[in-house]
């Protein structure tokens, strides 16, 4: 199993895409992925549009595959990031935490591929509406901003709703979660925890070791008071936010709280302060492994499984 509408529509040779993890998808771990076949992925995150051509241009100095850019619809730098992809003309614009309608004919006219991260069938059908190129339908059980809806029951409405290829994020790590993304109608996958063991992923020590270590019950979700619910590693951090995210502390007074936790994880590696984001998958990434190793593993696990199924209907 190697095509599908996805690897046809933006030239991949396999149906993998890494997620745009903010503070964490940089350059270095997206020209990898795309070199070893999948669709590799730079996280704007909340950085500016000089940082974000910077990576796109080192990108492109490391591979000549295609590659794609995350863009936080509720950065403050949206605007400017959003012009930044339409003028270096990156191959896929993936787009979060927001509706990217504003910029879809800018994207569109500058020949790039949209495709938004959607957590509901309302989203998917706007997406669509809007000229998407494809979806990817994200569950609750993966790591960072997440909705309600798990991948099980996500994915396959979404793929009844729109005539659209969907691509299936949220609690996969191997082969078996990628044919059973396919057995419920997606075209693709979408992985962001199984790639934080990379090695070229460029987090911190401890950030990976806490995913190595993490048990099935490792996560917890954080900030559905203000909205926008989070999924991370449980720590000191993540225990204080739950115990006064629901006392009268005003919701200013909250966001302060977390602010900069993501980078004290990613580049400080601080343990008990800072936000390590992962999925509920986190327990199956058990060895660092370079991207390469990462996707032929997938790749080979996909089809073993898929072959069984084969035996089995026989």
């Not at 930044?84 to 800018?106: C, F």
């Not at 979806?135 to 979404?158: N, R």
């Not at 449980?234 to 977390?258: C, M, P, V």
């Amino acid at each position: 199993m190697k095509t599908s509408k996805i690897t046809e529509m933006l030239g991949i040779k396999y149906p993998i895409f890494q997620g745009g993890m903010a503070w964490i998808a940089d350059a270095e771990l997206a020209a990898a992925v795309s070199n070893a076949g999948g669709l590799g992925i730079i996280a704007a995150g909340n950085a500016d549009a000089d940082y974000v051509r910077s990576q796109i241009k080192k990108a492109k100095e490391l591979t000549d595959k295609p590659f794609g850019l995350n863009i936080m619809l509720l950065s403050p730098f949206a605007d400017e990031v959003a012009q930044a992809a339409a003028d270096e003309k990156v191959a896929v614009v993936t787009t979060g935490a927001g509706n990217p309608a504003k910029y879809m004919k800018l994207w569109l006219d500058a020949g790039i591929k949209v495709i938004p991260v959607v957590p509901s069938i309302a989203f998917a059908k706007l997406a669509a509406r809007n000229g998407a190129a494809a979806v990817i339908a994200e569950g609750g059980e993966s790591g960072g901003h997440i909705g309600e809806l798990t991948t099980m029951a996500l994915v396959p409405q979404v793929c009844d709703a729109v005539d659209l290829p969907v691509i299936a994020a949220g609690g996969i790590a191997d082969g078996r979660g990628i044919a059973a993304a396919f057995a419920l109608g997606a075209d693709a996958v979408q992985l962001g925890t199984r790639f934080l063991s990379a090695k070229e992923c460029n987090i911190h020590e401890n950030y990976k070791k806490k995913v190595l270590k993490a048990g099935d019950t490792a996560t917890v979700v954080t900030g559905r008071r203000l909205g926008h619910p989070v999924r991370s590693i449980r720590n000191q951090f993540a225990r204080e936010y739950g115990k006064i995210e629901y006392t009268d502390i005003s919701d200013q007074e909250l966001d302060d709280f977390a602010a900069g936790r993501l980078r004290m994880a990613v580049v400080d590696g601080d343990e008990k302060n800072g936000c390590f984001l992962a999925g509920q998958i986190a327990a199956m990434v058990t060895e660092e492994q370079t991207c390469e190793e990462i996707i032929e593993d997938l790749m080979n696990d996909a089809d073993r499984v898929l072959n069984k199924l084969a035996e089995m209907s026989k």
